[in-house]
Each structure stands twice: as structure tokens, then as C-alpha cells.
């Protein structure tokens, strides 16, 4: 079975989209999958121009990616679902009651995969072994302010505000893959 990291934002154009890429990059040396979708996405359309600038940015090509609406069945195939705000993390709740365990905010998700404690035994399989420790780190946390785990939507703002969000998605992303890392 393939690992498989799903980010939901709201019309996959700009956080999702931007969190795929640059998760691909930083998994690259792992057997996990990457792909993206939204809440509310209209399927088929290119990538928020801005969002495709940061892409390349990263030696990336965005020229193919198209939006895709969330369904039910790309949620059941993901072994983490990692969403933009709480709002999106509900709605894929909702849409797939069985995947809330693995279902978190990307800002979230990076805080408890900080905290977490990586397995003491290589495991099988890493991914799954870093979303088990990141919910374990979730009972030991002091809940955060509501806010702190929403990404802020880009959309309307400036090159500069989509570069922000990138960064603030990768600042998220580096303690999953560090916590994958030490699990494989």
C-alpha cells in the first residue's frame, strides 16, 4: 500500500497547491505520495499565477497542475490529510468520518510533529508511524488558540503575501518530514 499526504484548502489554487510541491520536494527521498484538492475547487483550472511563481521558484514545473475537487474517495486513500483552516478540516470530517484520526491543519499537524517522540524501532512504515506519534504529542500539548492553526488564504494579496504562506507551509511541513526521517 502507498503512503498517501492529501492537502485540502478551499478552491485548490494557492495554499494546497503550493503545500503539494513543496512536500514533494522535502519527501522526495521517501515512498510517500503527494496531491492536493479543495473544498470548493472548480476542476480543471491552472494554478493561482502567484502560487505557480513560488513553485518554480523551487525548480518545480506547475505548468500541469490543474485543480480538483475534494471527494470522498481521495480522502479514504490518504494516509494524512492535511488542511488549510479547522473549517476545511471539518468538512473533510464530514465528508469521511473514518480519516478525522489522520486529519488535521497543516499548522497544526507541524506543531505535534515537533513535539512528538519519534518510535524507539524503525517502523514498517514510516509515514503512518509519524501521524500515530503526532497524535500521541496531541494529548500532551496545551491547545493552541484557535487562529494558530489556521493558514491564511493568500488569494487577493500581493507575490509577496503568497511567499509568506509558502514559507509559513514549509515552516509547517520540515517537522513531518523530520519525524519521517527519524521513523524510516
Known sequence: MIDRVLFVCHANLCRSPMAEYLARRLLADRPVEVASAGTDAVDDLSMHPYAAEVVAGTGADPTGFRTRRLRREHLTGATLVLTAT???????????????????????????????EPASTPPDDPLRAAVEAAARARGRLQPAAPDADDLRDPIGGTAADFRRCAEEIERSLRPLAALIGTAG
Do not use: I
Request: proline content about 3%; overall charge positive.
Open 86 to 116: 479547522r473549517r476545511q478540516r471539518s468538512v473533510c470530517a464530514t465528508l469521511a468520518p473514518a480519516v478525522l484520526h489522520r486529519t488535521f491543519t497543516l499548522r497544526q499537524f507541524g506543531r505535534l510533529a515537533a513535539a512528538a
